[in-house]
């Protein structure tokens, strides 16, 4: 599984920050950074999925690789 | 202070009133008639306003700056008169572009790694007001007048470095503002514009390293920021910070106070609260946030005309079956949750940060040293008018027993 974060979207809720710290920063003005590129270590698979599902604008995506 | 007379509303779907004491009784009933009913209501009241309560809706106009600009957003019986592009309270009544520049200059301050510095500040504040509960030993409690109140008050003084015993004028500014909106005339030494061009003038000979001070050195392409710009954004910053998250933390205690299984929860599982929060957040959103009509435009099939005023009802977003699985519940650990309470798109709340911090810690601090309380008199728990909602009085029975 891959996780997919769209820069343009994002509005700095920070929500994934918060819920995966592992694999999502935030810049200096509160907007996400995803630190992976891309591929979910199996171990954080759930962390990923919940900032996915908490995301206010769609911004974040689970996707099969 | 009394509340302008509202004349009785005859129907929800057609002469809505969000200033009405009948609308803050029962606005949650009120959203879930008008989602099934009449998704997009109107009413001719404050010259011709909207009220949109699907999610889809809400949403489509928060990302939709061409039609509905931020110049108003808050619904009176005028239209704003002031100048584009900043509006009187910048970034929050400015429209791109230069609602980007503006907010840029806000956002560092209140990033989640800026914000867990006043944590403990926020902590602190709340003790000493328990303390003062618990020193006086009454058993029942108005929580709102006595504890939530005063919580945001004095973290925003203390970022603007002004008195924290000033807190009982900026709550009977806002009051004006949000609730009477306008409506009686005051004298200009009794503004909240005469009391902030004199502190930011004082403040200009005489910086520190506080909010007000920044804003005093902040500029745009090496231009200082205009007097009305520092101004309105810090007027924002009162306005905007304290009744807001005031009235989240009152609704998360009415909401504790009914629920002994939730408090229970709270107290025992740590790792359920930063979904409570959320749960808050989403359930009793205090914020509904407007929009003035920019162009002709539609709002889910019916036709909108510039000027109209439109209502974008965030807590009723959070309430639609068609985004939320059991929509209507208060879910405690509900893991899927992409609440708008803190608005959507390029408006985003920009003290979100602190407003969750602040009320994950009056919650979390409140609840270690009151566990077991309920209402004492619901009844009597009154719900304030206009575009933030949350418990005005909230009178609780604090069992002090064995408890603790």
């Known amino acids: 599984m891959k996780i997919k974060y769209d820069r343009e979207a994002c509005q700095g809720h920070n929500r994934c920050y918060m819920l995966a710290p592992e694999l999502f920063d935030t810049d200096d003005e509160g907007y996400a950074i995803l630190l992976v590129d891309g591929t979910v270590a199996a171990e954080l698979m759930e962390k990923a999925r919940l900032a996915a599902d908490n995301c206010p604008e769609y911004a974040i995506e689970i996707v099969a690789d | ?84 592009p900043m509006g009187y309270a910048p970034p929050i009544t400015s429209d791109p572009p ?13 990033s989640p790694k800026a914000i867990a510095r006043w944590e403990p500040i926020a902590r602190q504040t709340c003790r000493e007001l328990l303390d003062e509960i618990e020193a006086s030993g009454a058993s029942e409690v108005d929580a709102a007048q006595r504890y939530t ?47 902030l061009q004199h502190k930011i ?13 920044y804003l005093c050195q902040a500029d745009i392409d090496g231009t200082p920021l205009l007097d009305e710009h520092v101004q309105g954004t810090i007027a924002l910053l009162i306005i905007a910070g304290i009744d807001t998250t005031w009235s989240a933390i009152g609704a998360g205690i009415w909401h504790l106070a009914q629920n002994p299984d939730d408090r229970r929860r709270w107290s025992e599982d740590h790792a359920v609260r930063p979904f409570a929060v959320e749960e808050f957040l989403r359930f009793y959103a205090p914020v509904t946030m407007a929009r003035l009509v920019a162009q002709d435009t539609q709002i889910g099939g019916c036709p909108v005309a ?59 601090e409140w609840m270690d040293r009151f566990p077991d309380f309920e209402l004492s008199a619901p009844e009597t728990v009154r719900w304030s008018t206009g575009q933030v909602r949350g418990p005005r009085e909230l009178p609780l029975r604090i069992n002090r027993g064995e408890v603790r």
Request: charged share 30%; glycine share 6%; aromatic share 10%.
């Open chain 2, 306 to 364: 510039r000027g109209d005023w439109v209502l974008l009802p965030f807590p009723s977003a959070n309430r639609d079956p068609e985004e939320f699985e059991r929509a209507d519940e208060f879910v405690i650990d509900r893991t899927r949750n992409r609440h708008a309470a803190f608005g959507l798109g390029i408006h985003r709340c920009a003290g979100s940060n602190l407003a969750r911090m602040e009320l994950t810690v009056a919650i979390e």
């Open chain 2, 149 to 195: 109140q005063h919580i945001p008050v004095r973290i925003i003084a203390d970022m603007l470095a002004l008195p924290r015993e000033d807190g009982d004028k900026f709550r009977g500014w806002i009051h004006r503002i949000m609730e009477q909106t306008g409506s009686e005339e005051v004298d200009w030494e009794d503004t909240l514009d005469f009391y």
């Open chain 2, 1 to 84: 202070m009394t509340d302008v007379q509202r004349p009785p509303i005859r129907d929800w779907e057609t002469d809505f009133d969000h200033g009405h004491p009948d609308y803050a009784a029962a606005a949650p009933e009120i959203w879930d008639q008008l989602r099934d009913t009449c998704p997009v209501a109107h009413s001719d009241r404050y010259g011709g306003t909207w009220l949109p309560t699907r999610h889809v809706d809400v949403a489509a106009i928060a990302h939709d700056t061409d039609h509905f600009s931020s110049q108003g957003v808050i619904v009176t019986e005028w239209r704003p008169d002031v100048p584009a």
């Open chain 2, 98 to 110: 230069f609602h980007q520049i503006a907010r840029r200059i806000l956002l560092e301050f209140f």
């Open chain 2, 201 to 213: 003038a004082e403040r200009r000979g005489n910086l520190g390293d506080d909010l007000i001070s």
